[in-house]
T-cell receptor, first 113, second 115 residues
Framework: GDSVTQMEGPVTLSEEAFLTINCTYTATGYPSLFWYVQYPGEGLQLLLKATKADDKGSNKGFEATYRKETTSFHLEKGSVQVSDSAVYFCALRESGANSKLTFGKGITLSVRP | NAGVTQTPKFQVLKTGQSMTLQCAQDMNHNSMYWYRQDPGMGLRLIYYSASEGTTDKGEVPNGYNVSRLNKREFSLRLESAAPSQTSVYFC??????????????FGSGTQLSVL
């Protein structure tokens, strides 16, 4: 079945460092891909998405490119801030009327001043 | 801007006890969901409701029941709690009528411990 694999965490960075969080997926069809973020004490919220190969999703300085050849959707940010400290979840949704979101395990990012 | 509201935020149960987790959304969304989040497991879908009056099983429905009371409210019931149900539970909603919209709005979660 469909699955999402995220790199092991946690990740700790200094403010203004470059961030990469790896995500790879397994799917039978042509899924849409997502990054959700969970700030401390809050529920998850959609950060960005891409619906087809080579699409780039972006929001709040974060970017991720849908790479079909490597089945990846890595999240990047050029300069992280303390306020980016959160748990980040990669997710996919297969095409099809009854498909639901499949989430990865999540990774905790801590940014220190 | 309440969004999705879950109660309670924390709960401790003994094995065999029952309880209901409440969820309400004020965004006039059609679809609602219950997920559980376990360490190293990501989020797993328990039940969902594509519209008022309908409910369907998700990935891990055993041991749970749900009620879509009206368009706003979607409750999750544990009839006889087990330690394996210790988890963080999230309610979510989405605007679409078919529970397929990827833009989910989540509540802040209920941390449940079953002893």
């Amino acid at each position: 079945g469909d699955s999402v694999t995220q790199m092991e965490g946690p990740v700790t960075l200094s403010e203004e460092a470059f961030l990469t969080i790896n995500c790879t997926y397994t799917a039978t069809g042509y899924p849409s891909l997502f990054w959700y973020v969970q700030y401390p004490g809050e529920g998850l919220q959609l950060l960005l998405k891409a619906t087809k190969a080579d699409d780039k999703g972006s929001n709040k300085g974060f970017e991720a490119t849908y790479r079909k050849e490597t089945t990846s959707f890595h999240l990047e940010k050029g300069s992280v801030q303390v306020s980016d400290s959160a748990v980040y979840f990669c997710a996919l949704r297969e095409s099809g009327a009854n498909s639901k979101l499949t989430f990865g395990k999540g990774i905790t990012l801590s940014v220190r001043p | 801007n309440a969004g999705v509201t879950q109660t309670p935020k924390f709960q401790v149960l003994k094995t065999g006890q029952s309880m209901t987790l409440q969820c309400a959304q004020d965004m006039n969304h059609n679809s609602m969901y219950w997920y559980r989040q376990d360490p190293g497991m990501g989020l797993r879908l328990i039940y969902y409701s594509a519209s008022e009056g309908t409910t369907d099983k998700g990935e891990v429905p055993n041991g749970y029941n749900v009620s879509r009371l009206n368009k706003r409210e979607f409750s999750l019931r544990l009839e006889s709690a087990a330690p394996s149900q210790t988890s963080v539970y999230f309610c979510a909603s989405s605007e679409d009528r078919f529970a397929t919209n990827e833009k989910l709005f989540f509540g802040s979660g209920t941390q449940l411990s079953v002893l």
